[in-house]
């Protein structure tokens, strides 16, 4: 849970309550009468209430004062403003109708459209969360929250060129704003400008602004092969407990970083486990092990096989799936550089949808019937919901990629509803993998990954959920193994362009000088050329992760 206090609303609430207090710009409906000045200022109390309980993390009791104020002043924009902040990150669909109504209410405030574009950048609606942005700096030109926002949303978007004049911006707004220090250099970075964006990463660290991410994003710009002193810098910032637990996990990271690269294994790995214990993430194994047997249960060879006539039959779509940290974006980036290959990144539009029809809630005891009950009619309405979708991205492209590796779940769904898209399964050796998500500062969405024991368990449900993939679509999901593709690149590219079922082009050997944004961790890797050094990186740690080994049982490869 972010802890920056939500813009639109904390800067109305009164700081100090007055009898004459009113709801900003509040609009009220017709049929009822207009809030009196006692009703107004006991909705301001109940409303900064609600504020400093989401500071406290009491979310559900935030939630409870925000609908006891609509209970008496129907569709106040800003309680329902609020609502939509609370549900930012953890239902972001519930955010996006809350947002959408308070600005129903009050069309004219800049920062219902800021939000309201933030919940749908989280749902990767680039078109609608790039308008409200720029509604929002119609009304209010200088608003460095939306010229970050927009920067961020083409940025992902793959027009990485049109985001760095609008962070450049905010930061003549605001110099020492920490969204746009950070998002100056990220947006750098994902153009593959790192020197760029290492001299900006330095900056923000001299004026002390967001010092354990930028430390974190910085030793990330280059391969180290000499001690530097950002490695003493970041130890002696360890020592300062004000970074709190998430910037001293940032901290923890970043020293890791630079002493793998250093050949310092033991010291590195010493830090990625205090940096992952710092997170707090904790994963509920026995649900996940539950929800897959069910996918297993109902995604049968008999219902694909069914329902097949349903589905869209355009080959457009392409699904690149696999753990994180497989060979995804590398396999992104070698088809993306074919001329009628568009690479359009991580989205979360099919996990969406997911999320719609109930299959992404592990806590559905119906969840098997949920699946069933959808009907022709809605599996051909979603179908081409989701190509308008993509073909937005690339109107005249013949492949478009979707490259989230956790779709490697809905596999199931993508056969109902595109029995011709291709699907591109990236698989590395088990402990490598797992050695390479552990090293990273994944968010709460990957909390598997946090512990080594856990990460191992995790790989094993991934590892049978694919299993049954391959049983119910024999022959069509094309597995592209890491270490095959770095032993023989051509060899192996050639294959997957034929997979595509497009002719051979040679731009795929030189991927990494292809154009556009990479917004992952490994947009430094894929603008180098083939290397073989991650190949059994799990070796340099074996002493320090036999808990993993144990865990992946005979998928560890030893």
């Not at 020592?239 to 910037?247: A, F, R, V």
């Not at 970043?254 to 033991?266: H, V």
Request: aromatic share 8%; charged share 25%.
């Amino acid at each position: 849970m972010s802890n920056r206090l939500p813009p639109a609303w904390a800067k109305h609430v009164k700081t100090q309550p007055s009898p004459k207090a009113a709801s900003p710009k509040a609009a009220p409906l017709k049929a009822q009468p207009k809030a009196g000045p006692h009703r107004s200022h006991a909705d301001d109390l109940l409303l900064r209430q609600a504020l400093e309980l989401q500071q406290a993390e009491r979310l559900p009791e935030a939630e409870e004062l925000c609908h006891r104020v609509l209970a008496r002043t129907s569709n106040h924009p800003l309680a329902l403003y609020i609502l939509g902040t609370l549900g930012l990150g953890f239902d972001n669909e519930k955010s996006l109708r809350y947002f959408a109504r308070a600005l129903a209410e009050d069309p004219q405030n800049p920062y219902y459209h800021l939000s309201l574009g933030e919940a749908y950048l989280k749902v990767s609606e680039f078109t609608p969360a790039i308008r409200h942005f720029q509604y929002a700096l119609d009304l209010k030109p200088d608003l460095v929250e939306a010229l970050c926002a927009l920067g961020d949303a083409y940025n992902a978007f793959d027009k990485g060129e049109m985001a760095l004049p609008l962070f450049e911006k905010a930061l003549r707004v605001d110099r020492d704003h920490p969204v746009a220090r950070l998002g100056l250099p990220g947006a750098l970075a994902s153009l593959g400008r790192m020197d760029e964006a290492a001299v900006r990463l330095k900056e923000a660290i001299e004026r002390r602004i967001a010092v354990p991410a930028a430390y974190n994003a910085l030793v990330r710009t280059r391969k180290f092969a000499e001690e530097p002193p950002e490695l003493g810098a970041i130890l002696t910032e360890l020592q300062d407990p004000g970074h709190g637990p998430e910037g001293a996990a940032a901290l923890h990271h970043a020293a890791g970083k630079l002493l793998n690269d250093l050949g310092r294994y033991r010291e590195a790995m010493d830090h990625f486990k205090k940096g992952n214990q710092a997170g707090g993430h904790t994963f509920d194994l026995q649900s996940y092990r539950r929800w897959v047997d069910v996918m297993i249960e109902t995604f049968t060879p008999e219902l694909v096989a069914s329902r097949a006539a349903c589905g869209n039959p355009s080959e457009a779509p392409v699904f690149v799936v696999g753990m994180p940290r497989s060979g995804t974006t590398l396999t992104e980036q070698i088809c993306a550089s074919h001329p009628n290959v568009h690479g359009a990144g991580e989205l979360s539009k099919l996990r969406r949808i997911a999320g719609g029809l109930g299959v992404e809630d592990r806590s559905n005891p119906n969840l098997g019937q949920s699946i069933a009950m959808i009907t022709p009619d809605l599996t051909r309405t979603l179908a081409e919901e989701h190509l308008a979708y993509l073909r937005e991205r690339a109107p005249d492209a013949l492949r478009i990629i979707d490259k989230m590796p956790h779709n490697f779940e809905l596999i199931g769904l993508v056969g109902l509803l595109f029995p011709k898209a291709r699907i591109i399964h990236c698989r590395r050796d088990a402990i490598d993998n797992c050695i390479s998500c552990f090293v990273l500062q994944f968010n709460k969405a990957h909390s598997y990954s946090a512990d080594l024991e856990m990460l191992g368990l995790y790989y094993r449900e991934y590892d049978r959920l694919m299993r049954h993939w391959n049983e119910v679509f024999p022959g069509r999901i094309f597995e592209n193994r890491y270490e095959t593709l770095i032993e023989n690149q051509e060899e192996q590219s050639r294959r997957l362009i034929d997979y595509l079922g497009l002719p051979w082009d040679d731009a795929c050997l030189r991927f990494f000088d292809r154009g556009g944004s990479v917004n992952t961790y490994s947009n430094w890797q894929v603008r180098q050329p083939i290397y073989t050094s991650s190949v059994k990186r799990w070796k340099n740690y074996e002493s320090e992760i036999q808990p993993l080994i144990e865990a992946l049982g005979d998928l560890a490869e030893v």
